[in-house]
């Protein structure tokens, strides 16, 4: 199970995180994580292309280093990129100067202000570090794409259904992600140009 919209109190629990911009009227901000992996992130790119529309792609450091192509192709078209660190290390369950050093490494090969936490899951004494070097990004949007209980309409309605002005959407270049991404994201893009939102960048 999980929940579409963040918990209400994470927002104020983790308020040195941003979740969404509620300023930004009308701009929506899509985002895709752990990639980038060929069996999806050209695809999407693909997708994305046809469209002119922008996204950030939050990228594991590792899978950078196993495909350069991928992610220069990424840079190359004009779309964002942050730091997800080396390893997808869940921050819960890491000590602070570990997850900390893995952070630092990722960017050696990333070079982004931005970042988000594996699952967003990451502990307030590490939080209070990250946040001194990057803007730390979360999401008002999980669209459960990496869910094998969740079809690929409801991938989609999640998407549509509960996006705002300033929302930060999450779709996933994963393995486990692919079939829900590839009925859902076309879709859901097109839907949402249509009620007349922009695809902005961070």
């Known amino acids: 199970?999980?929940?579409?919209?963040?918990?209400?109190?994470?927002?104020?629990?983790?308020?040195?995180?941003?979740?969404?911009?509620?300023?930004?009227?009308?701009?929506?901000?899509?985002?895709?994580?752990?990639?980038?992996?060929?069996?999806?992130?050209?695809?999407?790119?693909?997708?994305?292309?046809?469209?002119?529309?922008?996204?950030c792609f939050f990228c594991v450091a590792d899978n950078v280093r196993k495909h350069p192509d991928i992610f220069q192709r990424i840079l190359a078209e004009g779309h964002q990129v942050g730091n997800h660190t080396y390893n997808h290390l869940k921050g819960w369950n890491t000590d602070d100067s570990i997850y900390l050093a893995n952070v630092e490494k990722a960017?050696?090969?990333?070079?982004?202000?931005?970042?988000?936490?594996?699952?967003?899951?990451?502990?307030?004494?590490?939080?209070?570090?990250?946040?001194?070097?990057?803007?730390?990004?979360?999401?008002?949007?999980?669209?459960?794409?990496?869910?094998?209980?969740?079809?690929?309409?409801?991938?989609?309605?999640?998407?549509?259904?509960?996006t705002r002005s300033g929302s930060i959407i999450v779709f996933h270049d994963n393995i486990k992600a692919i079939e829900n991404v590839q009925y859902a994201l076309p879709r859901a893009i097109d839907q949402l140009l249509a009620k007349g939102y922009n695809f902005a960048s961070l």
């Open 1 to 55: 199970m999980h929940f579409v919209r963040p918990l209400f109190i994470l927002p104020y629990l983790y308020s040195n995180a941003i979740w969404r911009l509620k300023e930004e009227k009308n701009n929506i901000f899509l985002t895709f994580d752990d990639g980038p992996i060929p069996e999806i992130t050209p695809w999407i790119l693909d997708c994305l292309k046809e469209r002119n529309v922008k996204a």
């Open 107 to 162: 960017d050696q090969l990333i070079n982004s202000p931005l970042f988000r936490p594996p699952y967003g899951r990451i502990k307030k004494s590490q939080l209070r570090e990250v946040s001194k070097k990057y803007r730390v990004i979360m999401w008002d949007v999980l669209t459960g794409d990496y869910d094998k209980r969740i079809s690929p309409d409801q991938c989609l309605q999640n998407a549509v259904n509960y």
